[in-house]
């Protein structure tokens, strides 16, 4: 009869732990299990260098998205970002997006200017007005070595 006892609390513990190992999955995953609050925009840029799926989209500061999906338009050669807005958030066709970086050397995010005038944009529509980062890297290199125009002297003689 102990024999039982002690499987029974084991097996509670076990049960107990699967379920709290679920519910942090869901909560720090940020899964959403029974429908979705969200809308899908899509934004092209020439480089998202740096963002990645799960960046936050801010609007006014506050974070309200997350970057759903990169992938990459063949024809066009840019790089397709897939938006996912909380629902309520009113984004309009005059809208424009940037990828912004936190802080000096922080993570990469999209930041949103809704806009206000014009028609309020439906799910799986297009932000139109996009700036692509500046790359730091790049503009030290050309800086460093050599694309800068020297005054040669010498050669004017």
Known sequence: MKKYSIETVVGIFV?????????????LGKVSLFGDDYYSLYANFGTVSGLRVGS??????????????????????????ELKIKKGIKVYDNAGASVKTAGLIGDKFIKVDPGGGGEVLKPGERITETTSPLDIEDMIG???????KKDNKEDTK
């Not at 049960?15 to 909560?27: E, H, P």
């Not at 997350?66 to 970002?81: F, G, H, N």
């Open 142 to 148: 050309k800086y460093a070595f050599g694309d800068i």
């Open 15 to 27: 049960i107990a732990g699967l379920l709290s190992i679920v519910y942090m999955t869901v909560k």
């Open 56 to 81: 936050p989209v801010e609007i006014d500061g506050i974070e309200a998205g997350r970057v759903e999906r990169l992938s990459i338009d063949q024809e066009k050669q840019v790089a397709v970002v």
